[in-house]
Structures are given as structure tokens and as C-alpha cells.
């Protein structure tokens, strides 16, 4: 299994207040994504690195920031959370781009914003 | 605009028969497709691919047709294992989007002993 882990893997939290979820790789792949899951939708990309400190915005990204300092470390923050961000999120690495490019997934992180 | 729309969202079949699950895009640039499985409470984890140069790939019990003319995947699994019940989603790429995949709503597999 690709070295993945999120954390915290459950959260609750209350409107309005920040949230930052992390997500922190082994493999070394340049390639970071934020994701979240909800019933109807699939998954939705929120945002990605292709590099420390280059991120771009996905489909929803709205409401979501990112930071990426570190290969490693890839962190998602929601500067107040509302509760249509209540939803499973997960980040996922990969090591190249473009066409035969696999993504693989860590846990996921289950956030609830009541 | 969903541009990976898997119309099924559940699939129930016996056990050894086979399972059929189906996806279908929009975007004529896309030119690579996965397919992942999902258990509850765990990541999604590849299953198998496909490129636009082909029209067929096979891994074990799995394998995946691609029809490029009708815009349209599908994931065959012979035979069904009751360990196979989960959660499908088929996602794409385009070159011309770099690392980014379209995923999929998911269909829901239920292999019954």
C-alpha cells in the first residue's frame, strides 16, 4: 500500500470555525490532491500540487484553501466551515502526470460541521 | 456538467456469475480511464485501466473494454466473489488536464453467496 495517512480520520466541528485537514505521504510523489466524497457525486476534486508551494483549484474548490511546504505534507483548510462541507474527504498522491497516471488514496478524513 | 456519469448506482449479482458495470463519458479528450473499488470507511483503491490506443485490457477476473465510437467503459468481473462487493467508480483523464481525473458517481456491487 502506497504510504498515505490523513489526520484526524474523524472530526465534528461547529459552523463557522477553521478546520485543517493533513495529509502526509512516504512515497515521495510529486503529485498531491484534496477530494471529497459525497453520495450522488462521486469524487470531487477540491485542489491539487504538482510541486511545493504550486497549487491550482479543482472543480470545488470554493470555501477550501491548501498549503503544500513540504514534498510530504499536503494540508486542506477550511477558513469556516459551513455544513455543506460536512463530508468524507480524501487526499490522494501520484508520481507522474498526464496519460498512465494513477492516483492512490489515503483513508480519508470523516468531517461533520454541525 | 457531469462529464463521467455511471448510470447504475447499484448492481446486485450471485456469486460466479458475472458482473457488468458500466460508465460513459462525454469528453472526446479523455484519453485514459481507471476504474477503482471502494470498501467502507477506506480509500479508494485501483483496480485497473485502460488507454485510448485500446479496446480491451485484462487483469485476472477483471477486464475492462473500452468503446471509443460511443463514448462508453465497462468493467466485467468473472467470476463474481462476495469479496468484490463494493463500491465502483470509473474515472478519466485528458493529456491536456495533467494529473486531474474525472470520477465517476459509483455503483454500489452486492455479490450474494
Known amino acids: 500500500d502506497a504510504g498515505i495517512t490523513q489526520s484526524p480520520r474523524h472530526k465534528v466541528t461547529e459552523t463557522g470555525t477553521p478546520v485543517t485537514l493533513r495529509c502526509h505521504q512516504t512515497?515521495?510523489?510529486?503529485?498531491m490532491y484534496w477530494y471529497r466524497q459525497d453520495p450522488g457525486h462521486g469524487l470531487r476534486l477540491i485542489h491539487y500540487?504538482?510541486?511545493?508551494?504550486?497549487?491550482d483549484k479543482g472543480e470545488v474548490s470554493d470555501g477550501y484553501s491548501v498549503s503544500r511546504s513540504k514534498t510530504e505534507d499536503f494540508l486542506l483548510t477550511l477558513e469556516s466551515a459551513t455544513s455543506s462541507q460536512t463530508s468524507v474527504y480524501f487526499c490522494?498522491?501520484?508520481?507522474?502526470?498526464?496519460?498512465?497516471?494513477?492516483?492512490?488514496f489515503g483513508p480519508g478524513t470523516r468531517l461533520t460541521v454541525l | 456538467d457531469q462529464q463521467v456519469k455511471q448510470n447504475s448506482p447499484s448492481l446486485s449479482v450471485q456469486e460466479g456469475r458475472i458482473s457488468i458495470l458500466n460508465c460513459d463519458y462525454t469528453?472526446?479528450?479523455?484519453?485514459?480511464f481507471l476504474w477503482y473499488k471502494k470498501y467502507p470507511a477506506e480509500g479508494p483503491t485501483f483496480l485497473i485501466s485502460?488507454?485510448?490506443?485500446?479496446d480491451k485490457n485484462e487483469d485476472g477476473r477483471f477486464t475492462v473494454f473500452l468503446n471509443k465510437s460511443a463514448k462508453h467503459l465497462s468493467l466485467h468481473i468473472v467470476p463474481s466473489q462476495p469479496g468484490d462487493s463494493a463500491v465502483y467508480f470509473c474515472?478519466?483523464?485528458?493529456?491536456?488536464?495533467?494529473?486531474?481525473?474525472?470520477f465517476g458517481e459509483g455503483t454500489q456491487l452486492t455479490v450474494n453467496p
Open positions: 512515497e515521495n510523489h510529486r503529485y
Open positions: 474515472a478519466a483523464s485528458a493529456e491536456t488536464s495533467g494529473s486531474r481525473l474525472t
Open positions: 485502460i488507454s485510448s490506443i485500446k
Open positions: 500540487s504538482y510541486g511545493v508551494k504550486d497549487t
Open positions: 490522494a498522491i501520484s508520481e507522474n502526470s498526464g496519460t498512465y497516471n494513477e492516483q492512490f
Open positions: 469528453n472526446s479528450m479523455f484519453d485514459y
